[in-house]
């Protein structure tokens, strides 16, 4: 892996960059912001002259405030955050050429609350993108995604009022049956459907299973319609691409044109740090007009959101650097193989894919006491759960592993 801007840097290193940024922020020392209410935390509440604060760039950044209302790839945005804007900017662009092997500068992309946002700016996109283009009517768009999709793909189908198809896949290996995505694009053509979001997932919540965006893309080829795909990768977005690097879900893909990652997963990056990345020339269609005393273009489904997300990501892609992270997730896998081979040995259903960090059992096999002792995610709460998940992190070591395999045999 040649990486052009993932490199290590040191603690002081960040700090510099991080006070940098900061100071080319708005100063509220020199500066009063009279027609604008942006402000830093309210200083009788949350003290800032702390003397560990000179250690914590982080935790200066989250006092200073930043908003990151916006876009910050394209176009301008609000100049009293300029600073730390361009530490944003350059999370983007790393994860779009490092990570996602796209070309220099071809993405924009912003951080936003999650990977639900990221999910629906997407399908937002895309909807206004037919209508624009196409003058598609909306009963025309419908959204199309694997039964083991995310739930915010269907949230997505109701809050921008298309409809939501799901295909079903193999029960053995998470796949999408090819003669159902055939019947279900024909179905949808007959009832007058000509434009079709798909949600290609890289690692499904459930499974970590991973869709063939070019299934997708050869099938709805056939039928003669208009489709854009977009990549789910909030959770195995920070795993596959470095697990499996020679794969087809990423920007050297032309099928693939939008990615939402969760910096919030695997990277355990504090909550609200979705990231979007989308190629250039599509956030444009969901611009919206009337947003005009905002500096820039307002064109994400969030409107104010804290810069100190942006620079929490920026720090953990820079303290690990490309291989401190390959060490990590190998190390992750390295242990998910581990209790792939104890389940082997007392014969224990369950699905992996080889290159992700998830372990699903059929429930089958695990007495609802084990399940809730360890914490086990079923697949439902609703009903009887088919399914009961292991997602393999940092803090799941094998010694506690060991413990779960230990009582789950003395069970058998
Ligand atoms: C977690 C997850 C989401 C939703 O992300 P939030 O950050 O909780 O909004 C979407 N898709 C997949 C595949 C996920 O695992």
């Not at 209410?37 to 949350?46: C, E, G, H, T």
């Not at 798909?198 to 070019?214: A, K």
Request: aromatic residues 10%.
């Amino acid at each position: 892996m040649e990486m052009k801007y993932w490199k290590k840097l040191s603690h002081k290193e960040q700090d510099t960059r991080i006070t940098e940024a900061l100071e080319i922020n708005i100063n509220y020392r020199d500066i009063v912001p009279i027609g604008i209410p942006v402000s830093k935390l309210d200083s009788n509440v949350f003290y800032e002259h702390a003397s560990f604060l000179k250690e914590a760039p982080l935790l200066r950044a989250f006092i200073q405030n930043p908003n990151h209302i916006g876009c910050h790839t394209l176009g301008v945005s609000e100049p009293f955050f300029e600073g730390t804007q361009q530490l944003e900017r350059e999370v983007i662009e790393l994860l779009s050429v490092d990570l996602l092997k796209a070309g220099d500068n071809s993405c924009d992309g912003y951080i936003a609350t999650g990977g639900t946002e990221a999910n629906i700016q997407a399908a937002w996109i895309y909807r206004n993108y037919f209508v624009e283009n196409f003058s598609a009517r909306i009963e025309e768009i419908a959204l199309l995604s694997s039964l083991d999709t995310h739930y915010s793909v269907t949230k997505a189908a109701n809050l921008l009022n298309v409809r939501s198809i799901g295909i079903p896949v193999n029960d053995e290996t998470r796949m999408i049956v090819p003669e159902y995505l055939d019947g279900a694009i024909e179905r949808a053509k007959a009832d007058g459907v000509k434009y079709f979001i798909v949600i290609s997932n890289m690692g499904t919540t459930m499974f970590g299973s991973v869709d063939d965006p070019d299934l997708y893309a050869a099938h709805l080829s056939k039928y003669d319609v208009e489709y854009k795909i977009h990549v789910d990768g909030a959770f195995g977005g920070f795993v596959f691409p470095v697990s499996c690097p020679e794969n087809n879900v990423n920007f050297l893909n032309p099928n693939v044109s939008s990615i939402t990652l969760d910096a919030h997963k695997m990277l355990q990056a504090p909550y609200g740090t979705g990231v979007f990345l989308v190629r250039k020339g599509m956030m444009q269609f969901v611009c919206t007009r009337e947003a005009k005393y905002v500096s820039g273009m307002d064109i994400t489904l969030s409107g104010s959101r804290s810069g100190t997300n942006a620079i929490a990501v920026w720090m953990i892609l820079f303290t690990y650097g490309a291989h401190g992270w390959f060490e990590k997730i190998s190390k992750l896998l390295l242990r998910t193989k581990w209790l792939c081979t104890q389940l082997d040995m007392i014969n224990v259903g369950y699905y992996r894919h080889p290159c992700l960090n998830i372990v699903t059992i059929r429930a089958e096999y695990i007495p609802v006491h084990i399940a809730g002792k360890y914490g086990m995610v079923p697949d439902t709460h609703t009903e009887m759960p088919n399914w009961y998940k292991i997602v393999v992190m940092d803090h799941v070591e094998i010694e506690y592993l060991q413990k779960f395999i230990e009582e789950l045999t003395a069970q058998i």
